[in-house]
């Protein structure tokens, strides 16, 4: 059976602190790997990554992608507040359009 | 026009009532998507509908019945819905055919209550 984990699922840090989230799969036909954050209702879109060893970069967020280990880590530098939201990992499947969202990680960042 | 509308925003029905979702997306995507969210839990893919076609139902009640009448339009209907159905559902819609077409933009979703 399809499976995203994500970790940790809960997470509190300061203004300007740097976090790291994980996130791993096991997926058959795995395609890609995509990263959204939700802070109220719809989902936003990050990332998606395709390929290993390339990060991608948006301001001060990253993410880069593991094929081999199945996992991707998307890292915040310089916390806002306005970074709070929960930030969900995606698995896209290559037989047909089947997108598996992990549980999410809830990020909450206190001034 | 990277929108997808969903209408209404918030549904109130009673269990024996029947009513419909709406989702509207002009982004010439041709992959549509519901998925239903409840509370501090990730989105659980429903149905996808791929060029009009349904082409994904993930073992979803027969008392949700969704329909496509047309590449930009999606909705789902709601017939004889429980309390435990209530949750934010929402509509996406995504390029198709995979190949670097799966980025799903998403609506600001259905916040439904079941009494």
């Known amino acids: 059976e399809d499976k995203v984990v994500q970790s940790p699922l809960s997470l509190v840090v300061h203004e300007g602190d740097t976090v790291t989230l994980n996130c791993s799969y096991e997926?058959?036909?795995?395609?890609?790997l995509l990263w959204y954050k939700q802070e109220k209702k719809a989902p936003t879109f990050l990332f998606m990554l395709?390929?290993?060893?390339i990060e991608k970069k948006s301001g001060r967020l990253s993410s880069i992608l593991d094929k081999k280990e199945l996992f991707s880590i998307l890292n915040i530098t310089a916390t806002q507040t306005g970074d709070s939201a929960i930030y969900l990992c995606?698995?896209?499947?290559?037989?047909?359009?089947?997108?598996?969202f992990g549980p999410g990680t809830s990020l909450s960042v206190i001034p | 026009d990277t929108e997808v509308t969903q209408t209404p925003k918030h549904l109130v029905m009673g269990m024996t009532n029947k009513k419909s979702l709406k989702c509207e997306q002009h982004?010439?995507?041709?992959?549509m998507y519901w998925y239903k969210q409840k509370a501090k839990k990730p989105p659980e893919l429903m149905f996808v509908?791929?060029?009009?076609?349904?082409?994904i139902n993930e073992s979803v009640p027969s008392r949700f019945s969704p329909e496509c009448p047309n590449s930009s339009l999606l909705n789902l209907h709601l017939h004889a819905l429980q309390p435990e159905d209530s949750a934010l559902y929402l509509c996406?819609?995504?390029?198709?055919?995979?190949?670097?077409?799966?980025?799903?933009?998403f609506g600001s979703g259905t916040q439904l209550s079941v009494l």
């Open positions: 996406a819609s995504s390029q198709a055919g995979g190949g670097g077409n799966e980025k799903l933009f």
């Open positions: 997926v058959t036909n795995f395609r890609s």
């Open positions: 395709t390929s290993s060893g």
């Open positions: 995606a698995a896209a499947k290559t037989s047909y359009d089947k997108v598996i």
């Open positions: 982004m010439g995507h041709r992959a």
């Open positions: 509908y791929s060029y009009e076609k349904l082409s």
